[in-house]
């Protein structure tokens, strides 16, 4: 697999406090990165780092497969939506942007329009300064902010605390665009592994400084023990279906139904196939767990803050 980003025992330390201890992580390209911990575990001063605002203590980490003084220029290509975006609150989106534009020397025709609609911000009033806006667009604005220069990777702390649900599916929608319209690869922060859950392809998470562990969305739903319970006129041949379609984790339950244990985001081929040989399919649920759960296990439980 071809990383974007790797680091090597990446450290940070603040007088003898080790913020961030030894993280070697890797993010695939083109693919969202959630990096997952709760408050105080180190989440901030990795990106810092990554993106160049902070110096590491020891360690080091590679971008666009490039170290040292090659790298440094490859961090024109990466993004960065750290704490509160730098917004004028009485210039509009648009004037935010084109003056971002200017700064970075970049003109050419309709590129603030498009960078607009990738955000979804192409309604708004020309007129209106953006301290006007809700936090959802705010922070839409603040992604905008980060996409000037088109770079390649977007490193976004924290970017849906303190949305509404309204403003996190709006966030969330805009991401996945990024990702699947123009390839962008993103490390996105949380402390809430159910919100991450809904854009992450990939997950590292942080505890005390440390990453304990680096999986895929797919593993993650496994682990977690999430599952599809599919329920039709006849187990046996609905099986057959099913492995016939490449899927190898099935299990018969007692009550006849199937229980299926990956390609849980293929349920709707499942059903095709099921229907398709002619069987009855009388119900279908992804089981819900709680991924809170898992995390909090693998964090060692205890207090929560989020
Ligand atoms: P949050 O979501 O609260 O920002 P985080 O996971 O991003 O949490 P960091 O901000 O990276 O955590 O902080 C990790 C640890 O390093 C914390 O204990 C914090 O107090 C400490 N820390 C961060 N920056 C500094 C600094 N400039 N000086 C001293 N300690 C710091």
Redesign the pocket.
């Known amino acids: 697999m071809e990383y974007i980003l790797e680091t090597q025992k990446l450290t940070k330390k603040?007088g003898q406090?080790a913020?961030v201890k030894e993280v070697s992580m890797h993010v695939p390209e083109g693919k969202i990165y959630g990096l997952i911990?709760?408050?105080?575990?180190?989440?901030?001063?990795?990106m810092r780092m990554i993106s160049g605002l902070s110096t590491p203590t020891s360690g080091s980490y590679s971008l666009f497969g490039e170290t040292g003084r090659a790298m440094g220029k490859m961090l024109r290509n990466v993004g960065v939506l750290i704490e509160a975006p730098g917004i004028y609150p009485r210039l509009s989106a648009y004037e935010n942007l084109k003056i971002k534009c200017i700064g970075m020397g970049i003109n050419p025709k309709g590129y603030v329009e498009n960078l607009l609609k990738t955000i979804g911000l192409e309604n708004t009033d020309r007129k209106k300064g953006a301290g006007n806006y809700s936090l959802g667009m705010r922070q839409r604005l603040g992604i905008g902010l980060a996409l000037v220069g088109d770079p390649k990777m977007l490193i976004l702390?924290?970017p849906i605390n303190g949305l509404d649900p309204q403003g996190i599916v709006e966030v969330r929608q805009s991401l996945v665009k990024l990702r699947d319209e123009r390839g962008i690869t993103i490390m996105i922060?949380s402390?809430i592994l159910d919100e991450l859950a809904k854009v992450a392809d990939f997950y590292g998470i942080?505890n005390e400084?440390e990453l304990l562990d680096e999986f895929t969305a797919e593993e993650l739903h496994i682990r977690s023990g999430r599952h599809v319970i599919i329920r039709t006129d006849n187990a046996g041949a609905a099986e057959n279906v099913l492995r016939g379609i490449g899927i190898a984790r099935i299990a018969e339950q007692p009550d006849g139904s199937l229980r299926v244990d990956e390609k849980l985001d293929e349920t709707a081929e499942m059903a095709k196939a099921i229907v398709t040989a002619g069987i009855a399919l009388k119900e279908m649920s992804i089981n819900s767990v709680s991924l809170e759960d898992y995390y909090l296990g693998v964090t060692g439980g205890g207090e929560h803050n989020g």
């Open positions: 603040y406090k913020a911990g709760r408050n105080g575990a180190g989440k901030t001063t990795i702390d924290e922060s402390h942080i400084g």
